[in-house]
């Protein structure tokens, strides 16, 4: 009889900073329950993959990851749970026989599952049978959309605290909306006790994330109003946004962003410049209402760090409306821009529009945004050369080598002369330019933006 050893699980998220909050929680609840978390390539027993369906490269790369991770682990069992999941089950478990879906809806239950499949582990069970069991359970049961609660942080030490779910729009690219369902939000109360639970572990940082936070709507709260409670019921925590409709970027919204502890940041939904697009697309406002909240952004933080995710090549887009998506960004001139490029869906809109833009075309606009991207990026950093700025120390100095931090502005800083060890909230002093960043703007590498001499804590 082999010794009985711990249950190993690993993790594997795609897509969205949700899907990253969840699996966070789901990570933890398996720690919790007495399990091993491993790293990705390491050996295990449960391979937990969570899915992602924007596009369908993303479900390509789970599927490919799923054969290449039971191929390392001949004895393992892929968990495959997510958006792809929860709208493909079929095509799932056809990757391979040790492949269990337990479909995004109730992504909830995996946490919950961990001691049974610790249990059965230490009984030398095989996982797989229990697996199944305790997945057919859960499918039986009405799932909580927000049985992810941040826990220890395994992953990240600014973690993400899901306070929204789901989505009422039908954006026509979308298939989000049809894997995660109707606007579900988490109760003020609820939200402000996870918040002050992170708080008094000392944690500096809260990523506020949800599939459409401009839908929060609960207690009587919208969004706006939840920011308010937050602050006012917390004393040194800081929250960032994950992304927000520039249409829902209202004065309402402008005045919570003001307060302190909001990081200056704001991730805006935009997709496209062109009206004509914007409205085949289905969204809910007109390239004015992106100018609007660019500007409106400025006026309530001065220079706060401005992102936009631009969709190239929707059916349809001709060369001028992809001049007016570029003269979009280059008045709104954002920070970073995250540039996909059009990926027809089953089951929406978009997936029959007509005429359909050539993928080397729509690859030409993206290198195109991308460049934009870059080069507001390198302006951004470059604006705050020898400012002083909070930061959060996410991967800690070793032996007097560097460390790594996102400051309040959403800057990727290599600061030198951090404590060994240290993690956590700092401030540091951002370099000119040509002390750390080539002079043609271009990153110096991996993520990180600037570099910067640690201050203090
Ligand atoms: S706003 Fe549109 S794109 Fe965003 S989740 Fe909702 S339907 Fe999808």
Redesign the pocket.
């Known amino acids: 009889m082999p010794p009985v050893r711990q249950l190993r699980v690993s993790f594997r998220t795609f897509g969205c900073k949700l899907n990253q909050a969840e699996t966070e929680a789901i990570a933890d609840g398996f720690s919790a329950a007495g399990a091993a978390v491993v790293g990705p390539g390491e050996p295990a027993d449960l391979v937990v993959f969570n899915t992602c369906t924007v596009t369908s490269k993303a479900e390509q790369k789970a599927r490919r990851e799923m054969r290449l991770a039971l191929r390392r682990n001949p004895e393992a069992v892929a968990v495959v749970t997510g958006c792809y999941a929860e709208l493909e089950p079929e095509a799932v478990v056809a990757v391979a026989p040790r492949c269990v879906v337990v479909p995004g809806s109730r992504k909830g239950a995996l946490a919950s599952m961990a001691e049974g499949l610790v249990a059965a582990r230490l009984e030398g069970l095989d996982p797989l049978d229990e697996l199944r069991r305790l997945a057919a359970l859960a499918s039986g049961r009405e799932a909580d959309p927000f049985a992810f609660v941040p826990g220890d942080a395994l992953f990240h030490s600014r973690p993400q605290l899901k306070v929204q779910d789901?989505?009422?729009?039908?954006?026509a690219?979308?298939?989000?909306?049809l894997a995660?369902g109707r606007s579900v939000s988490l109760g003020p109360d609820e939200v402000l006790r996870r918040a002050l639970a992170l708080e008094s572990r000392g944690v500096p940082e809260i990523v506020l994330t949800g599939?459409?936070l401009s839908?929060y709507r609960s207690g009587g709260l919208d969004f706006p109003g939840l920011l308010e409670a937050l602050v006012a019921g917390t004393e040194n925590i800081a929250f960032r946004l994950s992304s927000y409709?520039p249409d829902r970027a209202d004065e309402r919204f402008f005045a919570a962003f003001t307060l302190p502890r909001v990081r200056p940041h704001l991730h805006l939904?935009v997709?496209s410049g062109s009206d004509a697009v914007l409205a085949s697309m289905?969204?809910?406002y007109r390239r004015d209402a992106v100018l609007r909240a660019a500007e409106a952004a400025r006026a309530a933080r001065g220079d706060p760090f401005i992102g936009a995710d631009i969709i190239l090549g929707f059916p349809g887009e001709g060369d001028d409306d992809f001049a007016d998506t570029v003269d979009l960004l280059e008045r709104i001139e954002p920070a970073w821009v995250h540039a996909f490029t059009f990926s027809p869906r089953p089951g929406t809109r978009a997936f029959d529009m007509r005429p359909k833009v050539p993928e080397r075309v729509a690859v030409e606009r993206a290198a195109v945004v991308q460049a934009i991207a870059e080069r507001g990026k390198a302006a951004f950093a470059a604006r705050r050369a020898g400012a002083i700025v909070d930061a959060v120390i996410e991967s800690s100095a070793e032996s007097g080598g560097p460390a790594f931090a996102t400051s309040a502005e959403y800057l990727k800083l290599e600061v030198r002369g951090a404590p060994d060890g240290f993690e956590g909230a700092c401030s540091c002093r951002v370099d000119a330019p040509e002390a750390g960043l080539p002079a043609d703007g271009s990153s110096i590498g991996g993520s990180v933006d600037a570099t910067a001499a640690f201050i203090r804590t």
């Not at 789901?166 to 954006?171: L, S």
């Open positions: 789901g989505c009422d729009n039908r954006c690219y979308c298939r989000v909306c995660r599939v459409n839908q409709e939904s997709q289905g969204r809910r």
